[in-house]
């Protein structure tokens, strides 16, 4: 089993900041790529970062530049520093992972049960 927890979300005003943070728990042989997707009301679910087990990162156009993804291994923690937040960046945030999973043939994907970030104009 693999468990992800996220913390980090609230109110902030428009220009402001937050920090995300993910723990993922549990037994598994290690994570291949973390990230942060996010889910505004009546939108689909888009990719926010990742980065792989190497700190390759990739970012979506509408947070380069004002968003940072950093990762430890050890233990598996991932981060999402916001910066000049906007009230377009208003969603529920979920931390996910590709698993290599004990047990398992190949690997699996989890996620976490989200935290709101709400941003005010």
């Known amino acids: 089993q693999v468990q992800l927890v996220e913390s980090g979300g609230g109110f902030v005003q428009a220009g402001g900041s937050l920090m995300l943070s993910c723990a993922a728990s549990g037994r598994f042989f290690s994570i291949n790529v973390m990230g942060w997707y996010r889910q505004a009301p009546g939108k689909q679910r888009e990719l926010v970062a990742t980065?792989?087990?190497?700190?390759?990162?990739d970012y979506a156009d509408s947070v380069k530049g004002r968003f940072t993804i950093s990762r430890d291994n050890a233990p598996d923690t991932v981060s999402l520093q916001m910066n000049s937040l906007k009230p377009e960046d208003t969603a529920v945030y979920y931390c996910?992972?590709?698993?290599?999973?004990?047990?398992?043939?190949?690997?699996?994907?989890?996620w976490g049960q989200g935290t709101q970030v709400t941003v005010s104009s």
């Open positions: 980065i792989t087990s190497g700190g390759s990162t």
């Open positions: 996910a992972a590709n698993v290599l999973r004990v047990g398992y043939s190949s690997p699996g994907d989890y």
